[in-house]
Antibody, heavy 120, light 106 residues
Framework: QITLKESGPTLVKPTQTLTLTCTFSGFSLSTSGVAVAWIRQPPGKALEWLALIYWDDDKRYSPFLKSRLTITKDTSKNQVVLTMSNMDPVDTATYYC????????????WGQGTLVTVSS | ETVLTQSPATLSLSPGERATLSCRASQSVSSYLAWYQQKPGQAPRLLIYDASNRATGIPARFSGSGSGTDFTLTISSLEPEDFAVYYC?????????FGQGTKVEI
């Protein structure tokens, strides 16, 4: 079965760079049509799509955060990494990674999420 | 970006009642719209994709309709476990966007 799990720091200081890792199993990111996305949710607020990486290494970013985001994959390790630079308290949120399938092209499997707090 | 506006923000209903949730897009998204359910402390769960297709394991009381800019999620008879927040999401335009959510409360 498909599982995803996010890992990374729970607390970062303003201006620091956040690095989050999504480790997954049950699928391969070398399979045609498959993608992994990062989505965040500030406490009590709505979901916000951040970035997505396809099996062929095509990458898409939120235009509002594009200058701060980098998404990469390591197919051999079954991992996707998101870095976000210049963190600010408004970036405090639960960060999710999610699987996007090749047939059902929506986020059909999600990690449990990891809460990242930005504070000095 | 494509803004998705959900209404109402909160829907107060009782178990057994019918719930009708709306999602309106600022520009056409064809039929490329999904609905997710999120309960407190949990990740979202995909309910409906491509406007009207139920995801695997989703009960038949959940149905979706619409195309273009106007979409509806209907829960035919609310079960206690259906009280949650529901989000719509489009995949027709970049960036992918979510609505702000509708809370279905008892």
């Amino acid at each position: 079965q498909i599982t995803l799990k996010e890992s990374g720091p729970t607390l970062v200081k303003p201006t620091q760079t956040l690095t989050l890792t999504c480790t997954f199993s049950g699928f391969s990111l070398s399979t045609s049509g498959v993608a992994v996305a990062w989505i965040r949710q500030p406490p009590g607020k709505a979901l916000e799509w951040l970035a997505l990486i396809y099996w062929d290494d095509d990458k898409r970013y939120s235009p509002f955060l594009k200058s701060r985001l980098t998404i990469t994959k390591d197919t051999s390790k079954n991992q996707v990494v998101l870095t976000m630079s210049n963190m600010d308290p408004v970036d405090t949120a639960t960060y999710y990674c999610a699987h996007r399938g090749g047939s059902v092209k929506y986020f059909d499997y999600w990690g449990q999420g990891t809460l990242v707090t930005v504070s000095s | 970006e494509t803004v998705l506006t959900q209404s109402p923000a909160t829907l107060s209903l009782s178990p057994g009642e019918r719930a009708t949730l709306s999602c309106r897009a600022s520009q056409s998204v064809s039929s490329y719209l999904a609905w997710y359910q999120q309960k407190p402390g949990q990740a979202p769960r995909l309910l409906i994709y491509d406007a009207s297709n139920r995801a695997t394991g989703i009960p038949a009381r959940f149905s979706g309709s619409g195309s273009g800019t106007d979409f509806t999620l209907t829960i035919s008879s609310l079960e206690p476990e259906d009280f949650a927040v529901y989000y719509c999401q489009q995949r027709y335009n970049w960036p992918r966007t979510f609505g702000q959510g509708t809370k279905v409360e008892i």
